[in-house]
C-alpha cells in the first residue's frame, strides 16, 4: 500500500497538553501534508511540508519531516477542547497528476 | 469563502438504484477528486478528474462512474447500488498542479461529505 500510516489510532489528552501523532510511509514522496477532520465532515488542510524541508510552523502546529526514516511528526501545543478531531496525514509524490495517499488518521480527544 | 458543495449529506437507497453524488466547486480548480471513507479504511480514491470531460481511475473505481461536464461538477455515479458502497463519500478539487504557493504539490479542498447508505 502507498497509504500513510498514522500512530496512534488513538490519543487521549487533557487542554493545556500538548499531542503528538506520527505518520510513516514507504515510498518516496515531494511533499507531505496534514488534514483534520470533525466528525462527522470533510477534510481539512492544517500544514504542507515539502521532502526538503526538516520542519515547519504554523501557529500552534508544528510538523517534522524525516524523509531517511520516512516519517512525519504533527505536535500540537496547548491543546484544547476544539482540536478534538481526526487528523490524517497525506503523502504526495510529484508524479501520477498530484494524487494524494491518505492514511487511516488519529482521532485525538482533548478534554476540558 | 471558496467551497466544494456537496448536494446532499444524507442519503438512503435500495440495493439496485442508481444513485448520483454531485460535487460542485466555486474556484475555478481543473482537479476533482472522489473518496469514500470507511472506518478503519481510511480514504480512498475512487476516481479523478483533471480536466473537463477527463478522468483517471483510482484504486477502487468498480462499480463506480463519474462525470465531468463542466469544470465546476464533478458527479459520481453508482450503476446499481450495493450495500457495500454504503459509505461516506467525500469529493475534493485541487488548483492546477505546479501553481501558487503550493507550487508542486497538491493541497485539497473538501466538501462536506455525503452519507450514503444502501439497504
Known amino acids: 500500500s502507498q497509504q500513510g500510516e498514522e500512530d496512534p489510532q488513538a490519543l487521549s489528552i487533557q487542554e493545556g497538553e500538548n499531542a503528538t501523532m506520527n505518520c510513516s510511509y514507504k515510498t518516496s514522496i515531494n511533499n507531505l501534508q496534514w488534514y483534520r477532520q470533525n466528525s462527522g465532515r470533510g477534510l481539512v488542510h492544517l500544514i504542507l511540508?515539502?521532502?526538503?524541508?526538516r520542519e515547519k510552523h504554523s501557529g500552534r502546529l508544528r510538523v517534522t519531516l524525516d524523509t531517511s526514516k520516512k516519517s512525519s511528526s504533527l505536535l500540537i501545543t496547548a491543546s484544547r477542547a476544539a482540536d478534538t478531531a481526526s487528523y490524517f496525514c497525506?503523502?504526495?509524490?510529484?508524479?501520477?497528476?498530484?494524487?494524494?495517499?491518505f492514511g487511516r488518521g488519529t482521532q485525538l480527544t482533548v478534554w476540558p | 469563502d471558496v467551497k466544494v458543495t456537496q448536494s446532499s449529506r444524507y442519503l438512503v437507497k435500495r440495493t439496485g438504484e442508481k444513485v448520483f453524488l454531485e460535487c460542485v466547486q466555486d474556484?475555478?480548480?481543473?482537479?476533482m477528486f472522489w473518496y469514500r471513507q470507511d472506518p478503519g479504511l481510511g480514504l480512498r480514491l475512487i476516481y479523478f478528474s483533471y480536466d473537463v470531460k477527463m478522468k483517471e481511475k483510482g484504486d477502487i473505481p468498480e462499480g463506480y462512474s463519474v462525470s465531468r461536464e463542466k469544470k465546476e461538477r464533478f458527479s459520481l455515479i453508482l450503476e446499481s447500488a450495493s450495500t457495500n458502497q454504503t459509505s461516506m463519500y467525500l469529493c475534493?478539487?485541487?488548483?492546477?498542479w505546479g501553481t501558487g504557493a503550493t507550487t508542486g504539490a497538491n493541497v485539497l479542498t473538501f466538501g462536506a461529505g455525503s452519507r450514503l447508505t444502501v439497504l
Open positions: 497525506a503523502t504526495g509524490r510529484g508524479s501520477t497528476l498530484g494524487r494524494l495517499y
Open positions: 511540508i515539502r521532502s526538503n524541508e
Open positions: 474556484m475555478d480548480h481543473e482537479n
Open positions: 475534493a478539487s485541487s488548483p492546477p
